[in-house]
């Protein structure tokens, strides 16, 4: 069978098989591009021209589909050269009957640039994959930052609310123990100097009281040191004998004082029995010495749920959960309000008279440990009302 | 000396009110003392007192208003500011010091021993 000039010399690939797979035909642009002359192929086995995975490709696939439907277009195979080079190939078959007999017809074009396309395309998915996968990465990596952060915050309110209270102790060593030494030292020097027996018993009454409030003073920062590093022993406890336990200790500090408690009924909380006592007596005690002269010492306590952000120090962040108000009310001489920040400071007095000005720092150290707030508010010769905030936390 | 002078002691120690008050009066009996417990307290008689004192003794240590915020109130004040202060501290801070020493105020640590007391008494009046 002799070919048209123009279609052995069109741009592309001509040849067509028997069912055997014997090449019948083949134009001069396939013979130019593998390397065969015509003669050589011709006649031969579809296999010269076609690598392994071609062979498989069309006794699996093509030639199947072939005699199924009469045709199969855009089939991308590889032809081989002479040198067994490796040409993609895009192809279309079509099963013709010509002198009775079955030939399968194929036309092709090279498709190297396809080829080099799609290489680029899998490169640029695989670059987005990789992209893609390495930006996860990074949100995990953003996300345990974040949480670092405030980890850190946390740890950073920690650590100064740690150098408040150790600047606030150095100032009680330096200052409030000093204090007393120092009186010390100048009554016992009076006390050498003068002759006069009334001046002497004076002057060693004073020097007794400056060692009493030493031994406060010593006691006091024992209390506060206990509370720093005692763990809490927490527990379900009842509020209404921590009241009455917390009285009984308060009245013992006042001779002849009665203290008298209007509350409602409490409720058990989870905490350090021993704290919270201690935290009320304190409470109860600036209620017993700050009362008006020639009253009997009251106070009225409440209680209340409320609903709180649980997180105090991490702005934007909130979890609101349940905490017990506790309001502790008196009717003493109070204090001018503007200053009730410093009521917490350790040995910070409000009133000159009495009181080492411990209490309320010990309230707060109590507190804190129970992760609770505690305020204080005040009106001059009206009352103070102490408020606590205590997380509703189950065992 | 003149008669009728009156210094303003700012203490909320009533053992150093008492030793220091009987100190001065030991030396001039004339003297009349008044005391606030606190800088609050000071400042309120400042504001209401006819005759302003010829002298200020702050101690720095004190509830509420403390010596360095009442001494800072008072020299912001344009009818307080020329009273002489004198600081009588037991404040064992250097930097208290160098701070009032620097803006040229006497800075008096408050004595271990009685005889002390008489000579920062005679201190003080020299100033008033």
Same mark, same amino acid.
Request: hydrophobic share 40%.
């Given at each position: ?33 593998? *390397? ?34 009469? @045709? ?71 996300? %345990? ?5 405030? %980890? ?61 409030? $030493?031994?406060?003073? $010593?006691?006091? &920062?024992?209390? @506060? ?44 909380? @989870? ?85 080492? *000005? ?29 408020? &606590? ?7 | ?60 240590? $004190?509830?509420?208003?403390? *010596? ?55 201190? $003080?009046?020299?100033?008033?």
């Amino acid at each position: 069978m002799q070919l048209l000039q123009q279609f052995d010399e069109a741009p592309c690939f001509y040849f067509c098989t028997s069912d055997n797979g014997i090449l019948l035909q083949v134009n001069e642009t396939l013979c130019l591009k593998l *390397g065969f002359s015509k003669n050589e192929l011709i006649g031969k086995k579809t296999e010269i021209i076609f690598p392994v995975a071609t062979r498989i490709f069309q006794q699996t696939h093509l030639f199947p589909l072939l005699k199924m439907q009469q @045709y199969a277009h855009e089939i991308f195979i590889s032809l081989q050269t002479k040198n067994k080079e490796q040409i993609p190939v895009l192809l279309n078959a079509e099963r013709k009957i010509i002198d009775d007999e079955p030939v399968n017809v194929y036309i092709g074009i090279e498709v190297n640039n396809r080829k080099k396309f799609e290489d680029e395309l899998i490169a640029a998915k695989k670059t987005a994959e990789l992209a893609l996968s390495e930006n996860t990465a990074l949100n995990t990596a953003k996300e %345990q930052l974040q949480q670092r952060i405030e %980890q850190l915050d946390e740890q950073m309110q920690l650590v100064k609310k740690q150098n408040k209270e150790l600047q606030q102790f150095n100032h009680a060593i330096s200052h409030d123990l000093q204090e007393p030494l120092r009186k010390l030292s100048v009554f016992s020097d009076m006390i050498l100097q003068t002759n006069n027996k009334d001046q002497h018993e004076q002057n060693i009454k004073k020097l007794k009281r400056v060692l009493e409030q $030493m031994r406060s003073v $010593m006691s006091g &920062l024992q209390q @506060y040191i206990w509370l720093t590093g005692n763990l809490n022993k927490a527990g379900n406890i009842d509020l209404n004998a921590v009241i009455k336990q917390a009285k009984q200790q308060s009245e013992s500090g006042f001779p002849g004082v009665n203290l008298s408690i209007q509350q409602q009924q409490l409720p058990f909380i @989870y905490a350090d029995e021993k704290q919270m006592v201690l935290l009320f007596c304190h409470i109860f005690s600036n209620a017993i010495r700050f009362r008006k002269p020639g009253t009997n010492a009251l106070v009225k306590i409440t209680a209340d749920s409320i609903k709180l952000n649980r997180f105090q120090n991490i702005r934007d962040k909130y979890q609101y959960t349940n905490f017990l108000k506790i309001a502790i009310i008196d009717e003493g001489i109070g204090f001018d309000a503007a200053y009730k920040e410093q009521a917490f400071e350790l040995f910070k007095r409000l009133h000159t008279s009495s009181g080492r *000005g411990l209490g309320l720092a010990l309230c707060k150290k109590i507190i804190d440990n129970h992760y609770g707030m505690i305020s204080i508010d005040s009106i001059e010769h009206k009352g103070t009302t102490v408020t &606590l905030l205590l997380p509703e936390r189950a065992e | 000396m003149e008669n009728n002078k009156t210094i303003l002691y700012v203490d909320d120690d009533e053992d150093d009110v008492e030793l220091l008050t009987d100190a001065i009066r030991g030396i001039d009996p004339k003297v009349t003392i008044a005391i606030a417990k606190n800088g609050a307290e000071a400042l309120t008689y400042l504001q209401s007192v006819q005759k302003l004192p010829c002298l200020i003794v702050l101690d720095l240590n $004190m509830p509420y208003l403390n *010596g360095k915020q009442t001494f800072d109130k008072i020299k912001a004040d344009s009818s307080l500011q020329h009273i002489p202060v004198i600081v009588f501290s037991s404040s064992a801070n250097p930097s208290d010091k160098a701070t009032f020493n620097s803006l040229g105020i006497d800075f008096i640590t408050k004595p271990h021993n009685f005889s002390a007391i008489s000579e920062a008494a005679i201190r $003080m009046l020299s100033n008033c």
